[in-house]
C-alpha cells in the first residue's frame, strides 16, 4: 500500500507543467535520435546529458528517461522501413516487420510495433511498482555460470525454435562468434585476431555489422530486383492504426509471454536482446500462423518489440537497485545521477523517495506519451515509403555511412559496413539466415566470458553448470530448446504409434 | 613624408607582433575540444570526465564545448593510439587511468606515455580490500587467515579488466601472504561490487566509489585501503564509520600500495601555451563545489601535480609497473 502512496505521489511530481514540457521535448528528440541509426540511445542520452545539470535531479532524470524511450520507439521505425535495426534488440523486429512494409503494411508493422512496445513497458513498470524491492535481490544470484546460462538458452531456442535448415543456423551462428572472437580477449587482456592491425583493437562492433549486413545488403537486394520499393501502395491515414487495433488484442497470448519472457530476463542481467531474441523464436514455435513468419506476419513483430521493451524497462531496476546498468544507455543515465549526487543502490529507495518515485511515474507517463507521439506519426513515416526508390537510397546510404561512421568517428568502419554490405548479399543469395549471425556477434564476447569466468570459478569443472537449480533449470530449458524438433517427432511418432 | 610611412609600417609591424605574442601567451581553443575516456561508459574515469564535461558547461569555463568520446577497444589502446596519431592537434585531451602503463605492457601495442604531452595530475584513486558483511572476516588478519586456510587456488578475488590494477594488486596481495587465490575479471567496477554482494567471489579491490553504495546499504565490508595513509574523509557512511575509519594495508600487516592515477594527457607536440591553458582550465575545474563533492563521493585522493613534478611521479610509476607487471608474468611476448 506504501508504494502507491508514493507513487501518486510521484504523479505529483511528474505532472507539473514544466514537467510535462520536459517529457514532450525529451519524446521528440528521443525518436529523432533513434531514427537515425548509429546514434543510437546512449549517444543520444550522452551528449544531451550536460543540458540537464541546471535542473533538479528529478526534472532531468525525467527528460532523460523521456529521450531514452523515444529512441526505443524511434529504432522500431528504421527497422520497418529500411530494415537497418538502430539498436541490438531490433534485430528481430525486422524479420517480419520490414517483409510487411515491402507488402504495403508499414502503417500496420509500425502501429503493432508501437504498441506493442508501450504494452510491454507498462506491464515492466507495473512489475516494478509491485515487486520492486523483492525482485531487486533475484539479480544478487545471477552469477557468471546464471549468465552463461541464459545466453546458452538465447542460443539454443534459436537454432532449435527456427524454421531453416539447422545446419545453416549453426553455420552462419559460428561466423558470428568468429567475428565476437577478434579484439581484446577480457580474461587474459590479450589481443586475439587481430593480425597487429591496430583498427581491429575493438573487434567487430555490432552496429557496423548490422547497418552493412542488412542496410547495404538490402539496398543491393533490391537493386538486383529492379530498382523499386514495394511499399509505395502504403495507405497514409490514421484508420490504420484504429484498424490494426482492432485485430491486437487477439494475440493477447504472445503478448502476455512475450512480457513475462521480457521481464524475467531484464531483471537478471542478461538484457533486451536474448529477450527478444527468445521470444520471437518462441512465438514462431507456437503460434498458429508459425510456419509464415519472416513473411510478414504481424505477430512477429509483436513477440520481439513486447519483450524487448519489457526487458529494457525492467533493466532499471538492478541499475537503480544495484547500481549496475544493464544496458550503455542506462550506463550513461548512471552517471547522470552520480553528478545529480544520487548514489543507486539498496539505500536509494529508502533515502531518495521522491526521486524514485517520480522517475517511476514518468516512466507511465512518458510511455503514453510516446505512444501518442508516434502513433499519429505513423502516417508521415509510411509516406516515406512511397518516396521512388532512385531517391531514398542514396539517402539511405548516406544514412548508413554517417551511423558507421559515428559509432566510433572512424572511416574504416565505413568500409568495413560495406565489406559487410556485400556479405550480407551473399549470404542471402546462399539462403544463410543473417539473425543467427547478428545474434552471435552481439552475444558472442559476453556468452564467453560467462563461460570462462565460470570455469575459472569452478577450477574447470563442467559441474558449474549444473550445481544449483537456478541454474540448472536453465541450461535444461536451454537444451529442450535445442532439440525441440527431436523431441516433437518422437513424441508424435509416440502417439500414432499407440493409436 | 617618407620617414611618417616608414615609422606607420614599423608600429604596424611590431603591433603586430606583439599582436602575435599576446594570443600566443593566451592560447584558446578554437574549435570543440575532444576528451578522450580509453574506456568504456559507466566506468570511474568515464564518471570523471562526464561530471568535469558537467562542470565546464554549467560555470562556462570554455568558449568551446567540450566532447566526451569513448574510445574503449584494447584495453583503452584505440584512445591512447587515437591521441599519439593526433600530433599537433591542441583540441584532444585524454583522461588516463592505469592502463595507460598496463595496456602497451601487456597487449604490446605501440604506445608508450612519453608520446603523449602531459597536463596535470587531477587526482588519484583509492582501492579498497572488501569482502560480503555476512562473512566472519572482521579484519585483515581474519582474512588472510581464511585466505591462507582456503585450499590453493579456491579463494576468488574479483576484479576489473584482466592484467590491469585490480590483478596487479591480487598478485601483490598473494606474494605478501603467500596464497594463491583465484582471480575472476569482470567488465566493469559496479559489475564487481554486485558480484562480491551475491557471493560469486570471496573478495574485492574495488575503488571507493565502484562499492560505497553496498557499503551504506550493509552488504558489503571494507577491510583496509592499500594507501600509505588513511582516506581524508570523516562522514560517517555506515554503522557510524567513515572513510578515514578504515586502516590502511600495511598497518595490519598487509605491506601492499597502490594509487591509481586519474591524469590528463594532450596530444604530442603540444606547445607550452596550450598545455598552460588547459593547467589553468582543470585548477577553475577543482575550485567547484561540485568538483569537491564528486572528490567526497569517491574518497579520492586530491593530490594535483602539473609540470616537471607530474612528469617525474609518472616515470616512476612507469618503473614500478614495469617490475610488477614482470613478475607477475603478465607482459606480452616480445616486450
Known amino acids: 500500500m506504501e508504494e502507491l502512496v508514493n507513487l501518486f505521489h510521484g504523479f505529483a511530481v511528474a505532472l507539473q507543467p514544466y514537467n510535462m514540457m520536459l517529457m514532450i521535448i525529451g ?41 531514452y524511450w523515444g529512441a526505443l520507439f524511434g529504432g522500431a521505425i528504421t527497422s520497418i522501413l529500411f530494415n537497418i535495426p538502430g539498436e541490438p534488440w531490433s534485430v528481430a523486429t525486422t524479420f517480419d516487420g520490414y517483409p510487411m512494409a515491402q507488402q504495403g503494411r508499414p502503417g500496420e508493422a509500425l502501429t503493432a510495433a508501437f504498441t506493442s512496445s508501450f504494452v510491454g513497458a507498462l506491464f515492466a513498470v507495473i512489475m516494478i511498482t509491485l515487486v520492486a524491492p523483492l525482485v531487486a535481490g533475484f539479480a544478487l544470484r545471477f552469477g557468471p555460470a546464471e549468465k552463461f546460462a541464459v545466453y546458452f538458452l538465447a542460443f539454443c531456442s534459436f537454432v532449435g525454435l527456427s524454421k531453416e535448415p539447422p545446419f545453416k543456423t549453426i553455420a552462419a551462428m559460428m561466423m558470428g562468434f568468429a567475428l565476437a572472437a577478434v579484439g581484446l580477449d577480457s580474461i587474459t587482456g590479450q589481443l586475439r585476431l587481430t593480425f597487429g592491425v591496430t583498427e581491429l583493437l575493438n573487434g567487430f562492433d555490432f552496429l557496423i555489422a548490422v547497418i552493412g549486413l542488412f542496410g547495404i545488403g538490402e539496398i543491393l537486394l533490391t537493386m538486383e530486383e529492379g530498382l523499386a520499393f514495394r511499399g509505395g501502395n502504403a495507405s497514409i491515414n490514421l484508420r490504420v492504426v484504429l484498424q490494426t487495433w482492432r485485430g491486437l488484442p487477439a494475440y493477447w497470448m504472445t503478448s502476455l509471454r512475450s512480457c513475462l519472457i521480457g521481464c524475467w530476463m531484464g531483471v537478471t542481467p542478461a538484457g533486451a536482446t536474448p529477450a527478444s531474441f527468445m521470444s520471437y523464436g518462441i512465438a514462431k514455435r507456437l503460434a498458429r500462423r508459425g510456419n509464415n513468419f519472416g513473411k510478414g506476419e504481424i505477430e512477429g513483430v509483436i513477440a520481439p518489440e513486447t519483450a524487448a521493451h519489457a526487458a529494457g524497462t525492467s533493466a532499471l531496476l538492478p541499475m537503480l537497485s544495484l547500481g549496475v546498468p544493464g544496458s550503455p544507455t542506462a550506463a550513461v543515465l548512471l552517471g547522470g545521477l552520480l553528478i545529480w549526487g544520487l548514489q543507486p543502490g539498496p539505500m536509494l529507495f529508502v533515502e531518495q523517495k521522491e526521486f524514485v518515485w517520480g522517475l517511476i511515474a514518468s516512466m507511465y507517463l512518458g510511455n503514453l506519451a510516446g505512444l501518442i507521439v508516434v502513433l499519429t506519426c505513423v502516417p508521415i513515416f509510411a509516406a516515406i515509403l512511397r518516396v521512388p526508390f532512385g531517391i531514398i537510397a542514396p539517402l539511405i546510404l548516406v544514412l548508413c555511412a554517417i551511423g558507421a561512421y559515428s559509432v566510433h568517428n572512424s572511416t574504416f568502419d565505413v568500409m568495413l559496413m560495406l565489406v559487410f554490405g556485400v556479405l550480407g548479399y551473399l549470404l542471402k543469395k546462399c539462403n544463410y539466415p543473417l539473425a543467427p549471425l547478428v545474434l552471435a556477434i552481439v552475444l558472442g564476447d559476453k556468452a564467453e566470458e560467462a563461460f570462462r569466468q565460470s570455469l575459472l570459478g569452478s577450477q574447470g569443472s563442467l559441474g558449474v553448470f549444473f550445481s544449483n537449480g537456478l541454474v540448472s533449470t536453465i541450461m535444461a530449458l536451454g537444451l529442450v530448446a535445442l532439440f525441440w524438433s527431436a523431441i516433437q517427432e518422437g513424441y508424435s511418432r509416440l502417439r500414432t504409434s499407440l493409436a | 613624408m617618407k620617414p611618417f610611412v616608414l615609422n606607420v609600417a614599423l608600429a604596424a609591424i611590431a603591433m603586430s607582433c606583439a599582436n602575435s605574442v599576446a594570443s600566443r601567451a593566451a592560447w584558446e581553443p578554437v574549435r570543440p575540444v575532444e576528451f578522450i575516456v580509453p574506456a568504456g561508459t559507466g566506468g570511474g574515469a568515464d564518471q570523471m570526465a562526464r561530471t568535469i564535461q558537467g562542470i565546464v558547461t554549467k560555470h562556462n569555463l570554455m568558449k568551446q564545448p567540450l566532447v566526451v568520446i569513448n574510445k574503449a577497444g584494447g584495453a583503452g589502446g584505440e584512445g591512447f593510439l587515437d591521441v599519439k596519431t593526433s600530433s599537433g592537434n591542441p583540441h584532444k585531451i585524454i583522461i588516463t587511468l592505469s592502463n595507460l602503463f598496463t595496456t602497451p605492457l601487456a597487449t604490446g601495442i605501440p604506445f608508450n606515455w612519453k608520446d603523449l604531452s602531459p597536463v596535470a595530475m587531477l587526482a588519484l584513486d583509492e582501492f579498497v580490500l572488501w569482502v560480503n558483511a555476512e562473512k566472519p572476516y572482521n579484519s585483515v588478519k581474519d582474512y588472510v587467515d581464511a585466505a591462507k586456510k582456503a585450499p590453493s587456488g ?7 579488466g584482466s592484467k590491469q590494477e585490480d590483478q596487479i594488486i591480487t598478485v601483490g596481495i598473494e606474494k605478501v601472504i603467500d596464497a594463491k587465490f583465484t582471480y575472476i575479471p569482470y567488465k566493469g567496477g559496479g559489475e564487481v561490487a554486485v558480484q562480491l554482494v551475491g557471493n560469486h567471489v570471496d573478495s574485492t579491490v574495488n575503488n571507493p566509489i565502484e562499492a560505497v553504495a553496498q557499503w551504506r546499504g550493509g552488504k558489503l565490508r571494507p577491510l583496509c585501503v592499500f594507501d600509505a595513509q588513511p582516506m581524508a574523509y570523516d562522514e560517517p557512511i555506515a554503522d557510524g564509520k567513515a572513510w578515514k575509519d578504515i586502516p590502511t594495508c600495511k598497518s595490519q600487516g598487509l605491506a601492499m600500495e597502490y594509487l591509481m592515477l586519474r591524469g590528463i594527457f594532450m596530444s604530442p607536440k603540444a606547445t607550452k601555451d596550450q598545455i598552460e591553458y588547459y593547467v589553468e582550465l582543470f585548477k577553475k575545474v577543482r575550485a567547484t563545489p561540485e568538483w569537491q563533492e564528486f572528490m567526497k563521493s569517491g574518497a579520492f585522493n586530491t593530490t594535483f601535480l602539473t609540470g616537471a613534478d607530474y612528469a617525474k611521479w609518472i616515470e616512476a610509476e612507469e618503473k614500478r609497473h614495469e617490475v610488477l607487471m614482470k613478475e607477475a608474468g603478465f607482459l606480452a611476448s616480445g616486450n
Open chain 1, 27 to 67: 519524446i521528440t528528440l528521443g525518436v529523432i535520435i533513434g531514427v537515425l541509426p548509429g546514434l543510437g540511445g546512449a549517444n543520444g542520452v550522452a551528449i544531451l546529458l550536460p543540458l540537464t545539470f541546471s535542473m533538479p535531479p528529478t526534472s532531468a532524470i525525467i527528460m532523460l528517461s523521456c529521450i
Open chain 2, 154 to 160: 579456491s579463494f576468488k578475488m574479483g576484479g576489473t
